[in-house]
């Protein structure tokens, strides 16, 4: 078993700041890329952020220049440093991971969500 747990998340005003975690613990053994993704109500979930083990990042149009994501690999955590937030930032933030389990077994893990709302 390999478990994603999230946590960060909460209500801030427009402008404001929330910084995301998500830790990884179980069976694995080497995590490769983690990423964040989202989704609104009403809509499909999209891809936020991703991180590569050696660091590359790659970040949605809609979040460059604002957010900041991070990982330690030492800590199996990603972070995700969110600035002047904005309300259609308002989603259910989901921490992904793929990776190596002790057995071999190869593959892609979700958080539980964690809801981050941006009032106006």
């Known amino acids: 078993q390999v478990q994603l747990v999230e946590s960060g998340g909460g209500l801030v005003q427009a402008g404001g700041s929330l910084r995301l975690s998500c830790a990884a613990s179980g069976s694995i053994y080497r995590i490769n890329d983690m990423g964040w993704y989202r989704q609104a109500p009403g809509k499909q979930r999209e891809l936020v952020a991703t991180i590569t083990r050696d660091g590359v990042t790659n970040y949605a149009g809609a979040v460059k220049g604002r957010f900041t994501i991070s990982r330690d690999n030492a800590k199996n955590t990603v972070y995700l440093q969110m600035n002047n937030l904005r309300p259609e930032d308002t989603a259910v933030y989901y921490c992904?991971?793929?990776?190596?389990?002790?057995?071999?077994?190869?593959?892609?893990?979700w958080g539980q969500g964690t809801q981050v709302t941006v009032s106006s």
């Open positions: 992904n991971a793929n990776g190596v389990r002790w057995n071999g077994v190869r593959g892609d893990y």
